[in-house]
């Protein structure tokens, strides 16, 4: 089985790449000349950052609009975006959202729309891919989690609940695909400043999407598979997460 995939001339398919993480990945794979795939609900937004990666001198990029909350649009989207670029050699597996809810205050829509999100819409876009990886016996398959899914933050029980279930679905799919001959890196950012959450900057150690970005493509260039961003200080602090009272973590709340 080969197992590795050449750090040039790949092919990386990302979805919710219209913001966030997901454009600074697409930015930084595109400095790196890696051809792409990139999905995300806003066409306009897709169209921009296509602009500015053929405008960077690099290859340029396949595009198509997906709203992950569709389950049912997922696979015949990706099946032909897939069809369209030829053999892909990652899928990044971003679409997320957040939104600020308490426990019992009656927001339940809100985190009804996270869990539609980060979980079934997350888990629809890594399942169509990974039948695209099977049948190549190859492949390199990404979820962007949370260090939310091991630690507990006031306001954002969905997204920490959602998260923790995306990074056990990725676990278990490393160890079901490994045989296909398919990678499988569950990534955990720390906090990054983009507009998925706002006032993100109060929280500690919060970076910049783009050095998000580059430290995430080094790692999974590197065969990483479990992966926290920034490194530093939080793959220093990840062994007492446990130990870390509540009362640090309400003062965020």
Not at 77 to 88: M, P, S
Not at 102 to 108: E, L, S
Not at 148 to 156: D, E, H, N, R
Not at 170 to 186: C, D, P
Request: charged share 20%; aromatic share 8%.
């Amino acid at each position: 089985m080969n197992m590795s995939i050449s750090p040039t001339n790949r092919t990386v398919v990302i979805t919710g790449a219209s913001a966030g993480i997901g454009r600074a990945l697409a930015l930084e794979y595109a400095a790196r000349g890696c051809r792409l795939g990139l999905l995300g609900r806003r066409q306009s937004a897709l169209e921009s950052l296509r602009a500015e990666i053929v405008g960077m001198g690099a290859p340029s990029a396949e595009i198509a609009v997906l709203d992950v909350d569709d389950v049912d649009s997922v696979r015949p989207c990706l099946d032909r975006l897939f069809e369209r670029i030829g053999a892909v050699d990652v899928f990044v597996a971003n679409a997320g959202i957040n939104g600020f809810t308490r426990v019992g205050a009656g927001d339940f829509a809100v985190d009804r729309r996270i869990i539609q999100t980060n979980v079934l819409g997350a888990l629809a876009c890594l399942d169509a891919a990974a039948a695209q990886f099977i049948a190549r016996r190859a492949g390199h398959l990404v979820g962007i989690s949370s260090l939310a899914s091991m630690i507990a933050v006031p306001t954002q029980g969905a997204y920490c609940a959602s998260k923790a279930a995306l990074s056990a679905y990725l676990r278990t799919a490393r160890i079901e695909l490994a045989r296909h001959g398919i990678r499988v890196s569950n990534v955990t950012p720390g906090f990054v400043l983009t507009e998925i959450m706002p006032d993100i900057g109060k929280y500690p150690f919060a970076i910049p999407a783009a050095q998000a970005a580059r430290e995430i493509a080094d790692a999974l260039d590197a065969g990483q598979r479990e992966v926290i961003v920034p490194g530093w200080p939080w793959k220093l602090f990840k062994p007492f997460f446990g130990f870390i009272p509540d009362s640090m973590w309400r003062r965020f709340g």
